[in-house]
């Protein structure tokens, strides 16, 4: 078949017919792009909700952010099946540096890249060979304004409806069904195609022949920079936005060619963003409500009606109009009771900031940057292994309301879905409920804290300091006084500021643990040394009541993890040492603590054969301490080994504390001595 045969209508809609080609309105393009991919159900704050994988891939992709993803992809599904989501924009609504932009952003470039592929693409039509009309002077070819489907155009083909109908079934050959599905989805032809249309039918005396010998069939362009499918209108100042820059407005040109004033083809629609995505797309609005009023007014018309309207005539539109909006512009909005209508016609979706510290180490990552860093002298910039952890609690901190049913450390690891003593998850989904009936949005649960924003300029901070280039290494306990002077810098609120800076030395005092259990590895030269550790009190406690327990202490177990047969012997002393730590004072409160561990054991051993009970961070601190403390003979404890070189033996094991922070745990000589010199003073101790 030539390329101009291929061209056709008819050979567009026998294309549909077999399935090669579709017809569907951005709804149905969007639902089926996201629910063709993985759907996995994942538990977040104690309810169970579904992760989409199609957010979750590429090299920078959406971290967290579930509650958020789960609405949109149920009001895409709802449009979809023609609820009343498809006469409604999604708007979300958030604190700068949440992720709102990146969200759509990414959303609009998974959407280009899947219909990209073969079977997905949109394809249009222009109306050619129009100098031969007579009315149109030299312009010979006219390209739906607003990239109407072809199928649009076979629907509006005949002057009545059951005449299209009936050359769809004979001609071309679909079934009743499958065009009683093509009408659910029927919008008519544009103010300037349907003109046109008419005027190509009045001068072919109805043929339809020669009617299609005007009509060519072309795929609808993807270039991101035309704003073709995906556009984005960001929101201008009172004097330079005009409705112009979304409807389109009167092109001088083209009347200087059209002969009949009354062609609605003299509006040039593709002036504006919203022509531009109307054929299946999706239109990004940024900071909607910062709009003047009028033009807010536009969109309540656009969103509504799906229509352009310019002088009484209408094209209707095939669009996903997404918009993003900050707290404070939002609260400003709602305040003028006028604007009712317009609220009325948005899905509203409260985003917050992300409170798992596991996932911000991801977003972390985003805002340090995966490119190598190099110091101003040109030479490569370390990164403490420590620095993500640091920064990532510090920030997460920030963003937990106060509860008096939780500490903040407690909400921080029940968010992440971690142990936090006798704390269920429970205890945190009645706080989040709790938060989350505040009628002020900025009061409910992670909504408030530190953006990404905010720790993209600690991070530049910390990288500019002289310190850093100095030793050409971004320690981590740097971080502290970069977040700190963010806050100080960028934060109004003075509440806000207070309760900030007090998170700070919460996540300084996480910090100082995470030194600790590293300085124990570090002395036991093996990267998982205090996991071991961790592990044989475990095992022991579990071991202790064992029938098969001989008078030399020694347990005979299978390790889950390897299905090996293991033998342990059981040192109370040991024991009892970690249980002091954690104040314990009684057997009854002992024994209570050994049943809850067992139960944990019990239950998470059975999903995860390789839990290893790293995130009970008193546990993991209680066991650092019994090995600190009692390993060193003769100094005391590691702190006044370190602290006290001037024997040989303690040089000694400083020298190999260094090589094997060094050689094993990431370390670089910078890093290695400072992380040593602030283990061996008292700060942050909690």
Not at 270 to 291: C, P, Q, T, W
Request: charged share 30%.
């Amino acid at each position: 078949m030539t390329a101009k045969n291929t061209r056709t209508l008819t050979h567009h809609l026998k294309a549909v017919k077999e399935g090669s080609r579709r017809y569907e309105n951005a709804f149905q393009g969007v639902s089926r792009m996201i629910l063709g991919n993985d759907i996995e159900k994942v538990v977040v704050n104690g309810k169970t909700t579904y992760d989409f994988g199609i957010f979750r891939t590429g090299k920078k992709h959406l971290i967290g952010m579930y509650d958020e993803i789960n609405s949109f992809v149920s009001f895409v599904k709802d449009a979809a099946e023609g609820g009343s989501s498809k006469e409604m924009a999604y708007v979300l609504v958030g604190e700068p540096g949440n992720g709102k932009t990146f969200f759509v952003e990414y959303l609009c470039g998974k959407y280009r890249d899947f219909l990209a592929s073969d079977g997905n693409r949109k394809y249009t039509f222009r109306f050619i060979n129009m100098d031969k009309l007579g009315s149109y002077g030299k312009i010979a070819t006219i390209e739906s304004q607003t990239y109407e489907d072809p199928m649009i155009l076979a629907m509006s083909l005949f002057e009545t409806t059951d005449a299209s109908k009936t050359y769809l079934a004979k001609k071309i050959g679909f079934s009743d069904t499958q065009i009683e599905q093509f009408y659910d989805n029927y919008r008519p032809l544009g103010a300037c195609s349907a003109y046109i249309l008419n005027d190509i039918r009045t001068q072919t005396d109805g043929s339809v022949d020669a009617m299609l010998k005007h009509i060519e069939i072309i795929p609808v362009p993807l270039t991101e920079s035309l704003g073709t499918i995906t556009g984005k209108y960001p929101a201008k100042d009172k004097i330079t936005s005009s409705a112009v820059d979304l409807l389109g407005e009167e092109s001088i040109q083209r009347l200087l060619h059209l002969t009949d004033t009354n062609n609605p083809y003299r509006f040039d629609l593709r002036r504006g963003a919203l022509a531009r995505v109307a054929g299946g797309g999706i239109h990004f609005s940024d900071e909607i409500y910062k709009n003047k009023k009028d033009l807010v007014q536009v969109y309540l018309g656009v969103i509504q009606n799906r229509t352009i309207e310019i002088d009484g005539y209408k094209w209707p539109i095939d669009t996903l109009i997404i918009a993003t909006s900050n707290n404070a512009e939002f609260n400003r909005f709602l305040a003028e009771k006028e604007e009712a209508p317009i609220v009325d016609r948005c899905r509203i979706s409260y985003v917050s900031h992300n409170t798992n510290y596991k996932l911000q180490e991801q977003l972390t990552d985003y805002a340090i940057g995966n490119e190598a860093k190099t110091a101003l002298s040109g030479e490569s910039l370390h990164q403490d292994p420590n620095l993500n952890y640091a920064a990532s609690v510090a920030v997460v901190l920030t963003r937990l309301a106060r509860s008096e049913k939780l500490t903040p450390v407690e909400t921080m690891k029940l968010a992440a879905g971690e142990v936090a003593g006798e704390k269920s998850i429970k205890t945190l989904s009645e706080v989040i409920d709790t938060l989350n009936q505040e009628p002020d949005i900025t009061k409910r649960f992670g909504q408030k804290g530190l953006g990404q924003r905010n720790l993209g300029r600690a991070v530049q901070l910390l990288i500019e300091s002289s310190e850093t280039n100095e030793g050409r290494c971004m320690f981590a306990y740097d971080i502290f006084n970069a977040l700190e002077r963010a806050v100080l810098d960028y934060v109004t609120d003075a509440n806000d500021r207070t309760k900030y800076i007090e998170d700070l030395k919460t996540a300084k005092g996480l910090y100082r643990e995470r030194v600790m259990t590293e300085m124990f590895n570090a002395y036991m030269d093996e990267p998982l040394a205090i996991r071991k550790d961790v592990m044989n009190y475990v095992n022991m406690i579990i071991g202790i009541d064992a029938e098969n327990l001989g008078p030399d202490k020694m347990w005979k177990y299978k390790d889950p993890q390897s299905g090996e047969l293991k033998a342990l012997k059981i040192d109370e002393r040991y024991i009892n040492s970690v249980e002091e730590r954690l104040g314990l004072k009684t057997e009854e409160q002992r024994e209570t603590f050994r049943t809850s561990i067992r139960k944990i054991y019990g239950q998470k051993i059975s999903m995860n054969p390789d839990y290893d009970f790293m995130d009970n961070l008193e546990l993991v601190k209680a066991v650092t301490d019994v090995r600190l403390k009692s390993d060193i003979a003769g100094a005391g404890s590691l702190i006044g080994a370190l602290a006290n070189r001037t024997n040989e033996e303690n040089q000694k094991l400083y020298d190999r504390m260094i090589d094997s922070m060094l050689n094993k745990l990431g370390y670089c000589q910078t890093c290695a001595q400072k992380t040593i010199e602030y283990f061996c003073t008292q700060e942050d101790e909690k």
